[in-house]
């Protein structure tokens, strides 16, 4: 007995000592706002620590803080460029998958933090939710390959590309149906040290769960996808990629509210309301 109760103690710390390793490799980012300006921080428990740049380009703390309470929460990314990935989980497609990664490209215009309101245009019909994971660039990126591809992932956070279906359906490019103003929620977090290629995703519409799925289902690879990518364009530190969106959608009307939860990173949560011209 006396054995086994060693035994058992050993395990426990053993395991206490894992998690406490794995917390101190994760770190969380948010961008926040008090008064007039904008700034970076470093979020530990209920206080932001401030942050003399973007955490990927080597910001460190200033020793101001705040408390949570008091920051209004921004999108946690500024990016120059982003890149969308469709058809990317089995889920969401039908037949064979493409032999190579469906990729477009919408304007950070677009982005949105959480708790800001999801804008639909006065003409938009079918405006349609999207939960997916969004991954941050930490390096410039060109011609990486797919083995090195994960030195250049800096973290990731939760995402709502939100799509009007009938322009993606009947405009000759999905700039307008998938890039207008505030059509593009991320948050509430940008998350270091996280297993992305283990995540699970869930989107709920008014509180009601309608996707989920994990990241290792994802047709083509988060380091996949950076590789790719690279190939073509030279990836900035900051700059985002989207994993793409599983499952079926629906549309969403004004005072409906979604949620995206990432694991690890939090949730996302975004109202749509009506707008006019």
């Given at each position: 007995?006396?054995?086994?109760?060693?035994?058992?103690?050993?395990?426990?710390?053993?395991?206490?000592?894992?998690?406490s390793a794995e917390a101190q490799d994760t770190a969380r980012y948010v961008r926040y706002e008090t008064g007039?300006?904008?700034?970076?921080?470093?979020?530990?428990?209920?206080?932001?620590?401030?942050?003399?740049?973007?955490?990927?380009?080597?910001?460190?703390?200033?020793?101001?803080?705040?408390?949570?309470?008091?920051?209004?929460?921004?999108?946690?990314?500024?990016?120059?460029?982003?890149?969308?990935?469709?058809?990317?989980?089995?889920?969401?497609?039908?037949?064979?998958?493409?032999?190579?990664?469906?990729?477009?490209?919408?304007?950070?215009?677009?982005?949105?933090?959480?708790?800001?309101?999801?804008?639909?245009?006065?003409?938009?019909?079918?405006?349609?939710?999207?939960?997916?994971?969004?991954?941050?660039?930490?390096?410039?990126?060109?011609?990486?390959?797919?083995?090195?591809?994960?030195?250049?992932?800096?973290?990731?956070?939760?995402?709502?590309?939100?799509?009007?279906?009938?322009?993606?359906?009947?405009?000759?490019?999905?700039?307008?149906?998938?890039?207008?103003?505030?059509?593009?929620a991320v948050g509430p977090h940008l998350v270091t040290g996280l297993d992305y290629d283990d995540l699970d995703?869930?989107?709920?519409?008014?509180?009601?769960?309608v996707q989920g799925e994990n990241t290792s289902d994802l047709i083509f690879s988060i380091d996949y996808m950076?590789?790719?990518?690279?190939?073509?364009?030279?990836?900035?530190?900051?700059?985002?990629?989207?994993?793409?969106?599983?499952?079926?959608?629906?549309?969403?009307?004004?005072?409906?509210?979604?949620?995206?939860?990432?694991?690890?990173?939090?949730?996302?949560?975004?109202?749509?309301?009506?707008?006019?011209?």
């Amino acid at each position: 007995m006396r054995h086994t109760t060693i035994g058992l103690t050993v395990l426990l710390i053993s395991l206490a000592w894992s998690e406490s390793a794995e917390a101190q490799d994760t770190a969380r980012y948010v961008r926040y706002e008090t008064g007039a300006s904008i700034a970076w921080g470093e979020l530990e428990g209920e206080t932001v620590h401030r942050l003399s740049d973007a955490p990927y380009l080597g910001g460190s703390r200033t020793g101001e803080t705040v408390a949570l309470s008091q920051a209004e929460l921004r999108a946690p990314v500024d990016p120059t460029q982003i890149f969308m990935t469709a058809f990317n989980f089995r889920s969401h497609i039908t037949g064979d998958p493409a032999e190579y990664p469906g990729l477009f490209l919408v304007p950070p215009s677009s982005i949105i933090g959480p708790e800001q309101n999801i804008v639909r245009p006065p003409d938009a019909r079918a405006l349609h939710y999207e939960a997916e994971m969004v991954v941050v660039v930490g390096r410039r990126a060109e011609n990486v390959s797919v083995e090195d591809a994960g030195d250049y992932v800096f973290g990731v956070a939760a995402g709502n590309d939100v799509s009007e279906r009938l322009w993606q359906r009947n405009d000759i490019q999905w700039s307008r149906a998938k890039g207008s103003r505030t059509f593009n929620a991320v948050g509430p977090h940008l998350v270091t040290g996280l297993d992305y290629d283990d995540l699970d995703i869930e989107g709920r519409h008014n509180g009601e769960r309608v996707q989920g799925e994990n990241t290792s289902d994802l047709i083509f690879s988060i380091d996949y996808m950076l590789h790719y990518v690279s190939q073509y364009f030279t990836l900035e530190p900051g700059d985002l990629i989207w994993t793409g969106t599983m499952g079926s959608t629906r549309a969403m009307e004004p005072g409906d509210v979604y949620e995206v939860e990432v694991e690890g990173v939090g949730v996302l949560r975004n109202r749509v309301v009506q707008g006019t011209r």
